[in-house]
């Protein structure tokens, strides 16, 4: 197809084009672009029930493992209300996705509402991105307090994503972006195996070498090692607000 092969050509040296397309044609539009360029691709749609319906219908054309979608949050940041646990994995998941430049680009849809939502930013997100090592030196309640600060939740049993728990000299894990929880053996402070389990019945799987763990919420605490310098930035504002109130103080009593 000439058109097709003008267009792929005209994206590759200007990034910038405009296409008129018939809407049951725009999911194997998308999905062959993507394929040819192999770049990653972020598709914003007006509605989220049209983002919904074009991620299905991209599955089909689509290695489900590249399309992502991001939907919108259920609630704003700091409202009083539990968000859905699914919502916030999927948004964790395409984050990370970008964050750590997986080999193969992923393809992204969302909605304008998702897109226009602020989110953590890429230099925070990317601090709190580490690899656990067999071997490694560390003492584990360290590592509990600095997964807590990435959002993970204590539990008594490890089964969902987001999730860890501490049981004498073992430390479960559950990182976001694996599709298995993962079992931390020490030996004082040392890592001495680390073992992909169940998390159904809780048996361990297939030794691995180490793991990725990305942050398992948007809204990220600051880590121990930046307190420090967060309490020398809020000192430093608090410092500058109490000097323009008594410079306000003299002009008013002037």
């Known amino acids: 197809m000439p058109a097709y092969r003008q267009l792929v050509d005209r994206l590759r040296q200007n990034g910038n084009t405009k296409v008129v397309v ?5 999911p194997y539009l998308t999905a062959a672009l993507y394929q040819s360029l192999r770049l990653p691709m972020l598709v914003v749609s007006a509605q989220p029930e049209n983002c919904k319906k074009l991620y299905e219908q991209l599955l089909t054309w689509c290695n489900s493992s590249q399309v992502k979608l ?3 949050p ?3 940041p700091y409202e009083h209300i539990v968000s859905d646990t699914s919502t916030e994995l999927e948004r964790i998941q395409v984050l990370s996705a970008l964050a750590n430049n997986e080999p193969n680009a992923p393809l992204i849809i969302t909605s304008a509402p998702a897109f226009m939502r602020k989110t953590t930013p890429h230099s925070d997100f990317t601090s709190t991105c580490h690899t656990i090592k067999q071997g490694m030196a560390i003492e584990p309640f360290k590592l509990l307090h600095r997964w807590e600060a990435m959002g993970y939740r204590m539990e008594n049993m490890v089964e969902v994503p987001g999730t860890i728990s501490h049981r004498g000299g073992i430390v479960d894990i559950h990182p976001t972006t694996s599709d298995l929880p993962a079992r931390l053996e020490f030996f004082g402070n040392t890592i001495e195996s680390i073992r992909l389990f169940d998390p159904v019945s809780q048996r361990s799987q297939a030794a691995v070498s180490s793991i ?6 948007e809204l990220l605490t600051p880590l121990l090692s930046n307190s420090l310098a967060l309490v020398s930035r809020f000192s430093t504002a608090i410092l500058m607000l109490a000097g323009s109130s008594s410079t306000r103080r003299a002009s008013w009593d002037r």
Do not use: M, R, V, Y
């Open 74 to 76: 259920d609630a704003l």
């Open 212 to 217: 990725a763990i990305s942050p398992a919420t």
């Open 22 to 26: 018939l809407n049951a044609a725009k």
């Open 70 to 72: 991001f939907p919108e």
